[in-house]
């Protein structure tokens, strides 16, 4: 059972936004998030908002583009209604769910509409998610003809037993073939791992980063393992049939994929998140951790335009509902006042490379910084010369530093 949306005010059915959110709107990029719910099977540890065939309830995945679709041109008539600029997207992101369980064309079509309605910029990162046993050569070079410029690969670990715990369907043997279709299709290559799985030891981690940077990816992540309520691994470490993951051992491990990953070129550039290059971070990911805005198309995509935040209904056969009836998904929203946009500025800037200017901060927020300096969470050096980075330490605690800043 998938977490339940947010609490907030009733969102009007036509999707109409408040007047306010044209104030600075020019200094805002503008992204699109296209979410594609669908999965074979519903991995563990997920509590992302996907469905396998059997939970569909009525809803069709043949049908699901042209919904989609429908949502795209509500938004370009929202937003023009709103008086916002017109402004061609930055980043268009493919998740999920598996989007590249839908035919490429599919995919493509979606794309060009955002095109179409929006415009897209040149040089614009187009990106999609995808399980290993989701694409072959023709389907990746299907999406890089129509303008797709990036892939994400969903690898989690290259140890048979560990995927297994994971419930992914997909044997560390395809991981290196899809990378390398993906590279001979044109596209820039993103790798995900996932760390500090149950009974996962430090030394299978090793092996699972030390195969990830073989393949020759441009950009890395990885994410420790979270332990969500109502998933079928919560479940199964209640029972105690799978142990609780170790935070001591997580942090090793995080430790090694910093120190690998940095041997081998890459450079840190989010708590979670490393490149090649500048040119090889997730702007996509960017867009969110600087607060500018972004459409969510889908069930239970969430937006943000101008500090006023929605989320769309949850199932598949609701958001068909919506769009057939020529009604806005969204089911509720909120207006961030200025300290929740404050608190949230700072949650996600501090996790970067780039950090946070010290002269951005309140002065109660200032007072923490010799306190962090001393903790070793925060880099001396740069904090004297305006700048919060966070230190190795640092990337480990990182929702302490938050609360330092932000108590």
């Keep these: 059972m998938m977490g339940a949306l947010p609490l907030g005010d ?4 036509d999707g109409a936004l408040p007047a306010h959110v044209v104030e600075a709107s020019r200094d805002r990029d503008l992204s699109f998030y296209l979410h594609v719910p669908f999965c074979r099977v519903r991995c563990g540890y997920c509590d992302f908002n ?7 309830r009525g809803a069709k995945q043949v049908d699901y583009a042209d919904e989609a ?3 795209v041109h509500l938004s ?26 839908l035919p490429a064309e599919n995919l493509a079509r979606m794309l060009h509409v955002v095109r179409d309605t929006h415009g897209i910029r040149p040089g614009a990162e187009i990106t999609t998610e995808a399980n290993p046993d989701s694409v072959d050569l023709a389907y990746l070079e299907e999406l890089a003809a129509a303008g797709f410029t990036r892939v994400s690969f969903g690898m989690q670990s290259a140890v048979p037993e560990t995927l297994r ?17 993906a590279k001979r299709a044109g596209l820039q290559v993103s790798v995900d791992l996932i760390y500090g799985s149950p ?3 430090l030394e299978q981690w090793q092996t699972s980063v030390d195969a990830a940077l073989s393949y020759g990816p ?32 997580q942090a090793d491990m995080y430790e090694y994929a910093d120190a690998t990953l940095a041997a081998a070129g890459f450079q840190w550039y989010e708590v979670s998140n490393w490149s090649l290059s500048e040119a090889t971070r997730s702007r996509h990911n960017l867009a969110y951790w600087r607060g500018d805005d972004w459409w969510g198309i889908g069930p239970g995509a969430h937006s943000h335009i101008g500090g006023v935040r929605w989320w769309n209904v949850k199932h598949p056969a609701a958001y068909a509902q919506r769009m057939a009836a020529g009604e806005s998904p969204a089911i509720g929203r909120e207006t961030l006042d200025a300290e929740t946009r404050e608190m949230e500025r700072i949650l996600l800037e501090s996790r970067t490379l780039e950090g946070i200017a ?19 969470l925060i880099e001396g050096r740069e904090a004297i010369a305006g700048r919060l980075r966070l230190t190795l330490r640092g990337r480990l605690l990182a929702d302490a530093v938050v609360r330092a800043l932000t108590v």
């Design 69 to 71: 679709i429908a949502e």
């Design 50 to 56: 996907t469905y396998t065939a059997t939970e569909l």
């Design 358 to 376: 010290l002269s951005g901060l309140e002065p109660e927020a200032r007072e923490a910084i010799p306190r962090l300096i001393a903790d070793g």
């Design 10 to 13: 009733p969102a009007p059915a």
């Design 199 to 201: 009974g996962e030891t």
């Design 218 to 249: 441009d950009h890395l992540s990885a994410y420790s393992l979270i332990v969500e309520p109502g998933t079928k691994m919560h479940r199964q470490i209640r029972s105690g049939e799978l142990a609780e993951p170790d935070e001591d051992l």
């Design 165 to 181: 715990t994971l419930d992914r369907s997909h044997t560390p043997e395809r991981v290196p073939l899809v990378v390398d279709w």
């Design 76 to 101: 370009a008539r929202v937003l023009e209604a709103a008086g916002l600029p017109a402004r061609a997207v930055n980043t268009v992101f493919f998740g999920g769910g598996t989007p590249t369980l």
